[in-house]
């Protein structure tokens, strides 16, 4: 695969209890992650096989199960517990570009929705709805958001780990 900066579409995951943070991480750059601190092993690689996603995983035992020793289900062993190292790790071996777009929500991996901003004006602080002009919205957690400078700090999080 060509380093393309991939959207959500091209590529899905699907994350164990052990990557729960590079769930969240991943759902900021807009790839759709399933993840449910909940999901035991058989979960996880029913949800891989109906849905044609990646596992991503640090339990080796996993790996050892029959549908990822047979790649029956594609999977990928974390190798790093420290979260700039596994985003690396997996723009490598996808060959992918990961950067923030913030189009999911982080909790629900929803695809969030453009909202016209004098919908939110009771919704949001009064500083950021006179400071920002485009808002977002997730219909199933009721979330706004907006790229303020929270958006600024994943950008040079992003930027720092040379991502």
């Not at 590079?22 to 996880?44: P, T, W």
């Not at 929500?105 to 453009?114: G, K, Q, R």
Request: net charge positive.
């Amino acid at each position: 695969m060509e380093k393309t900066g991939c959207k959500q579409t091209d590529i899905r995951f699907v994350a164990d209890i052990m990557v729960g943070k590079l769930a969240r991480y991943l759902r900021m750059c807009g790839f759709d992650v399933v993840y449910d601190n909940y999901f035991d092993d058989v979960k996880i690689i029913e949800i891989a096989r109906k849905q044609s996603r990646i596992i991503l995983t640090r339990d080796a035992l996993m790996l050892k199960r029959r549908e990822c020793s047979s790649n029956t289900v594609k999977s990928i062993f974390i190798k790093s517990t420290r979260l700039a190292e596994q985003l690396c790790q997996l723009q490598d071996e996808l060959s992918i570009i990961i950067r923030p777009d913030l189009t999911r929500c982080i909790e629900c991996n929803t695809t969030l929705e453009s909202i016209n901003k004098a919908s939110v004006k009771d919704k949001v602080p009064e500083y950021v709805y006179k400071t920002q002009k485009v808002f977002m919205f997730c219909p199933v957690c009721i979330k706004y958001y907006w790229r303020g400078t929270h958006y600024e700090n994943i950008k040079k999080y992003f930027d720092k780990i040379n991502i």
